[in-house]
């Protein structure tokens, strides 16, 4: 089970990576923004003129597998915790003392 976590927190890094690409990649409605500047005109020159809804359709899907797997990876966390305490029985250890009896307080030595 922790290989299985392990293999889809490094999935979720690579997504949350590519949807930071994805956004920086488009273009604001108003100016070029950040997307001109790190080469929006590259995109258009490589998905056509319909670039806005490529990018839009990507970001769309990169932002529900970012959340499916991150409630995925939720879920697989609290289950892994849960059989992590029932094998190990209780989270505390169970100790057996023997009862002491209580010490007598000292007495007075006896004056003459």
Do not use: W
């Amino acid at each position: 089970m922790s290989i299985l976590l392990t293999v889809l927190t490094a999935i979720l890094i690579l997504i949350s990576a590519f949807l930071v690409l994805v956004v920086l990649a488009q273009k604001a409605k108003s100016d070029g923004g950040v997307g001109s500047a790190l080469g929006g005109g590259m995109t258009e020159a490589t998905f056509g003129a319909d670039t806005g809804n490529v990018l839009s359709k990507a970001t769309i899907n990169a932002a529900i597998a970012f959340f499916v797997l991150s409630f995925i990876l939720y879920l697989g966390h609290i289950y892994q915790r849960k059989h992590a305490s029932a094998a190990a029985g209780d989270a505390l250890p169970t100790i057996s003392a023997p009862a002491a009896k209580p010490a007598t307080p000292p007495t007075a030595p006896v004056k003459p």
